[in-house]
């Protein structure tokens, strides 16, 4: 009998305890917060998203320097003209963002600027369609371009651009819904121009050509027959400015 007292005893120390405990964290908190009330919070907390639906439609700037690259790739490239190279973003993204809207590959197989993006595309858009998520981008419109970097070696240039667009966006995976405002972003996407394959280090590539018949990734850029099947690979012309990657920049 006097154990189960002796128990109870020491669990009635315990529970007194803990409610000391709790006691002196109310009391802090209600110290550190002061006079805020429960109905203040919660308008901290609808300010808080309030902010972030107003950074949503906001023009963002874009983040680059053109005055500094657009001189150097000139005098590698006399005939580089940067509006040019602007219309390919543009159109570039368009058929990207319309491509997954679809989840077809088809609007990025008609732009050939898009073609060493298409395997990691159809990729992309494979695990869309196999985990139905439905992502729409309506209304896009473009802003402003800067070039934000430019390099050359070993018979290729990079050039990376940097680009502001809105559109009203759509992904039936967001956490937030901001479907009903238009979306203010930036993009980042990067080109290549291989203007010698010679003088390529293939450990510097990190793209790919894929066989358009087994998919094997074809050895050399200049194409020709596949090593795996045998199929003959239309050359894809990179003395041109091929897009190689793409990323949304929002922060
Ligand atoms: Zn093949």
Redo the contacts with the bound molecule.
């Keep these: 009998m006097s154990f189960i007292f002796g128990l109870l005893g020491g669990l009635l120390g315990i529970i007194l305890a803990v409610v000391i405990l709790i006691f002196i964290v109310y009391i802090s908190v209600q110290r550190f917060v002061g006079g805020v009330n429960l109905r203040d919070l919660f308008r901290v907390a609808k300010n808080v998203k309030d902010i972030q639906r107003q950074e949503y439609s906001r023009e963002k700037e874009v983040n680059g320097m053109t005055k500094i690259y657009e001189p150097r790739i000139i005098e590698d490239f006399g005939d580089f003209n940067k509006e040019l190279l602007y219309n390919v973003v543009e159109k570039g993204l368009t058929s990207i963002f319309n491509s997954i809207e679809n989840k077809s590959m088809k609007y990025i197989k008609e732009n050939k600027d898009l073609k060493l993006l298409e395997p990691e595309m159809e990729e992309f858009i494979n695990d869309i369609k196999n985990r139905e998520v439905d992502i729409s981008y309506d209304a896009i419109k473009f802003h402003k371009h800067a070039i934000k970097k430019y390099e050359r070696m070993d018979g290729m240039a990079t050039v990376t651009v940097s680009s502001t667009v809105e559109y009203y966006y759509k992904n039936s995976e967001a956490k937030n819904d901001y479907s009903d405002i238009k979306k203010q972003t930036r993009y980042t996407t990067k080109f290549v121009y291989i203007y010698d394959d010679q003088k390529l280090d293939p450990s510097k590539i990190s793209f790919a050509i ?7 990734p ?1 050895k050399s850029v200049g194409a020709g027959e ?6 003959y ?1 239309e050359p894809v012309n990179l003395k041109s400015w091929k897009m190689l990657s793409y990323k949304e920049d929002y922060d």
């Design positions: 894929n066989c358009p018949n087994c998919g094997a074809l596949c090593a795996y099947c045998g199929t690979v």
